[in-house]
């Protein structure tokens, strides 16, 4: 697995150590909870997975296009709660990346999530306030608050964080070519 570990600067400030204590505490929830399972020595175990409901299209989006956006992030979150891998993988373009406190591509998402299911259960994701903004007719961001909560063997893992996604229209359907997650830590 390639993880790229970002560049430390030499000096260190005061607002060099806020920004650190950000990005440490930046890791998604559900990476939270891979953590969470690697020190109570809990990873490899299984667990039985909750009954998921068959997945959505993203083909049935509204019909404005800032509806079609939403619901294409809203199926983003499904697939990835649900860890419908297949279906997630067709969600985000060939070149995708997520940031967080690394950096990922798809395969490495979907290896990740793959990893998770069968000893955590993720919860709903909610989109909260969102906005979307078109940079062209191809291609919008999304930004917006969410909730995210992932229980592994009776230890539940909840936060809420500020997420931005790109999506790029092609061949007539939206892929996710960029998902981005920072803790929502107020006063630092």
Same mark, same amino acid.
């Not at 060099?16 to 020190?39: K, N």
């Given at each position: 697995?390639?993880? =790229?570990?970002?560049? %430390?600067?030499?000096?260190?400030?005061?607002?060099? +150590?806020?920004?650190?204590? %950000?990005?440490?505490?930046?890791?998604?929830?559900?990476?939270?909870?891979?953590?969470?399972?690697?020190?109570?020595?809990?990873?490899?175990? #299984?667990?039985?997975? $909750?009954?998921?409901?068959?997945?959505? #299209?993203?083909?049935? @989006?509204?019909?404005? $296009?800032?509806?079609?956006? =939403?619901?294409?992030?809203?199926?983003?979150?499904?697939?990835?709660?649900?860890?419908?891998?297949?279906?997630?993988?067709?969600?985000?373009?060939?070149?995708?990346?997520?940031?967080?406190?690394?950096?990922?591509?798809?395969?490495?998402?979907?290896?990740?999530?793959?990893?998770?299911?069968?000893? +955590?259960?993720?919860? $709903?994701?909610? =989109?909260?306030? $969102?906005?979307?903004?078109? @940079?062209?007719?191809?291609?919008?961001?999304?930004?917006?608050?969410?909730?995210?909560?992932?229980?592994? %063997?009776?230890?539940? =893992?909840?936060?809420?964080?500020?997420?931005?996604?790109?999506?790029?229209?092609?061949?007539? %359907?939206?892929?996710?070519?960029?998902?981005?997650?920072?803790?929502?830590?107020?006063?630092?």
């Amino acid at each position: 697995m390639k993880l =790229i570990a970002p560049q %430390r600067p030499v000096e260190t400030s005061r607002m060099d +150590c806020r920004r650190g204590l %950000r990005r440490t505490a930046a890791l998604m929830p559900h990476l939270l909870a891979g953590l969470v399972l690697i020190a109570a020595g809990l990873e490899g175990r #299984s667990q039985a997975k $909750p009954h998921v409901s068959a997945p959505h #299209s993203v083909a049935a @989006l509204p019909a404005s $296009p800032t509806e079609e956006i =939403i619901a294409a992030e809203n199926t983003y979150n499904r697939y990835f709660v649900q860890g419908n891998l297949l279906e997630l993988k067709k969600v985000m373009s060939a070149d995708f990346a997520t940031v967080q406190e690394l950096i990922w591509d798809r395969d490495q998402l979907v290896d990740f999530v793959k990893q998770m299911q069968p000893v +955590c259960h993720f919860f $709903p994701i909610k =989109i909260v306030e $969102p906005t979307v903004a078109f @940079l062209s007719p191809d291609v919008a961001t999304i930004v917006y608050h969410a909730p995210e909560t992932a229980s592994c %063997r009776g230890k539940t =893992i909840a936060g809420n964080v500020n997420i931005s996604s790109v999506w790029v229209k092609r061949d007539g %359907r939206w892929q996710m070519q960029l998902h981005t997650e920072n803790a929502d830590l107020p006063g630092l």
